[in-house]
């Protein structure tokens, strides 16, 4: 199959670049390389695939660059770009919403223009906000996201059910619960926290270190890409994390005990944007998906401990 990969250079994009390669599939990634964080980085994450995927450089808001990546006439788009984090996003609503939501509905314009009629949206736990019901579920009646970043999501999640019942885009949506692991971006609090310990900085932890997030190894999250890739939704919207929480204390807990290192924490006040809990669940996705999360959230954070040790 023809993919078009946006944000391929990225941490999940870089690892689903990987498998989709693997699995023989002929991908494009445009990608712009911005300086969210180092584009170094992005560039050595995608170096090893150089000769056998097409980069395309550019914006999914420039036309220019979304014409060249949609020359190849895919036969499906995956779409992960956007501008990530939610505290960025408090400080630069205008620049959220333009790249998330007039990128995305780019993207999408683009696809009944080339005729793609796959869509896959990489969509996140934050349209959720601070929901009272959990853990939470797709069909959750009221969503109520509490920063900006939910809200682009919320909304490229709206625009992309609008072009299936006006274009006929069989398209899902995919909600990402806190994905980790090995080459994860360094603004992450995992990775974040790691750097400090193996540097003997602070740990700097916003609030009293109880909140608790649904972690997602990021090995499964690509097997969720990869299976909703080979459904054929009309339009869906699935779960993707591994259906338990972790307490913050507990995350450092363990980085200490893989990294052989005593953290010294900094207390700073809770953030506005940041929510108390995420919980997936993902009953959804392990019945019309086959998504089985086999990473649990020790193991997984091993690995990464691993990975970042030799680096």
Known sequence: MKILLTGGAGFIGAHLLERLVALSHDVVVLDDFNDFYDPVIKRANIAPLAGAVQVVQGDIRDPASVERAFAS??????????????????????????VNVEGTLRLLEACRRFGVRRFLFASSSSVYGDAARSPFREDEPLL???????????????????????????????????????????????????????????????????????????????AGIVGALGRDDGFEVYNIGEARTVELREVIELLQKHLGKTAVIRRLPDQPGDVKRTSADISKARAKLGYNPATPFEEGIRRFCEWIRRG
């Open 144 to 222: 109520e996201p509490i920063s900006p970043y939910g809200v682009t999501k919320l909304a490229g999640e709206h625009y992309v059910r609008v072009f299936h019942l006006n274009e006929g885009l069989r398209a899902t949506a995919l909600r990402f619960f806190t994905v980790y692991g090995p080459r994860q971006r360094p603004d992450m609090a995992i990775h974040k926290f790691a750097r400090a310990l193996l540097e003997n900085r602070e740990v700097p932890v916003y609030g009293d270190g109880t909140t608790r997030r649904d972690y997602t190894y990021i090995d499964d999250a690509v």
């Open 73 to 98: 006439r895919p036969h499906a788009v995956i779409h992960l770009a956007a501008r990530a984090g939610v505290r960025p996003s408090l400080e630069q609503p205008e620049l959220y919403a333009s």
